[in-house]
């Protein structure tokens, strides 16, 4: 007989049965280990450009990937790259001073220390939208074929890119005791919210909203693959305007540092209005059946 076997059975207290719940819920909790992945000397890299630059390069491969998909040249898509960081991060550091604009008055050389955080995704997409229409426009290419293209890594990137919000402890929700509940230092925590320690983790609830999205995208990626002219050109870039917009208008009610136009939470604003224009589109696309307008006539387009 195993000597184990003639050991008494070890007696659990029941003090310990009652803590089980309590140690169970703190598992549950997030709390951010800082923004610095390390830091030599004088110089620090940081979770938050960590994370944007490998949104950057994941959302490169995976264009080029669907590039070649759809016949398409996967070099123009990595030529894209380059217009749409050089449009999408100004236009998110931008929009989110706008919006700030007393706090940065004060302290005018904050505005450039985007590694610190600070950036509207509506912004970026404002700025990449301008900067592919360009780029269409310059290369005389489908501006909604490349959206289409672009739209699955854009909200791939955007999941990745929400736990930079992590790791600087900002753009959390209002106060929770829910068992996935985020510690905010009492340093991030609004003055009317200072005697608050946990928080909604909104970042999280974006993120993983935007992993849904982009598996219906990718879904519907390959469903036009087999079906040959059934997904309209355009479809998935309205479908991603749609699919993202009605999350970020519920996940944003949560939310207690929203950019504000006076009572108004921008976020919500822009996102019903993407919303409409998605649905106008998906409704001209497919009960009217007609094309988009594009930057260049199909005529005058140069094959892919």
């Known amino acids: 007989m195993h000597r184990s076997a ?23 909790q997030f709390q951010s280990p800082g923004p610095i992945l390390f830091q030599i000397g004088g110089f ?43 449009g999408a991060i100004p236009g998110a550091r931008l929009y989110y001073v706008l919006f700030q604009w007393q706090q940065y008055a004060q302290n005018p050389a904050e505005i450039v220390a985007i590694w610190k955080g600070g950036i509207a995704i509506h912004g970026a997409i404002i700025g990449g939208t301008l ?14 074929q490349l959206a289409d293209l672009v739209a699955p890594a854009l909200i791939l990137g955007q999941a990745i890119g929400r736990w930079g919000n992590f790791f600087n402890s900002e753009a959390f929700g ?30 999280l609830y974006e993120s993983l909203w935007n992993l849904g999205v982009f598996a219906l995208l990718i879904a519907l990626f390959f469903w036009g693959l087999r079906h040959r002219g059934q997904l309209k050109v355009g479809t998935l870039f309205l479908a991603y305007l749609a699919a993202y917009s009605s999350g970020r208008v519920w996940i944003e009610a949560l939310r207690t540092d929203s ?4 009572v ?41």
């Open 259 to 262: 950019l504000m136009l006076g």
């Open 131 to 144: 900067a592919a229409l360009l780029f269409a426009r310059f290369n005389k290419i489908s501006f909604w």
């Open 44 to 86: 620090a890299i940081r979770w938050y450009g960590l994370l944007i630059a490998s949104a950057v390069l994941i959302g490169v491969f995976l264009c080029q990937e669907l590039a070649k998909r759809r016949n398409v040249d996967p070099d123009l898509l990595a030529d894209f790259a380059i217009w749409a960081v050089i």
């Open 264 to 304: 108004l939470k921008m976020a919500q604003v822009i996102s019903l209005g993407a919303i409409a224009f998605a649905l106008l589109g998906l409704a001209w696309l497919y009960l009217l059946k007609r094309s988009l307008p594009d930057v260049v006539p199909p005529e005058k387009q140069t094959a892919p």
């Open 6 to 28: 003639l050991l008494p059975a070890r007696k659990i207290k029941p003090e310990a049965i009652a803590q089980f719940p309590t140690l169970m819920l703190l598992a549950f």
């Open 174 to 203: 209002s106060p929770t005791d829910l068992p996935w509940k985020l510690y905010i230092p009492p340093q991030n925590r609004p003055l009317s919210l200072a005697n608050f320690e946990y928080f909604h983790p909104t970042f």
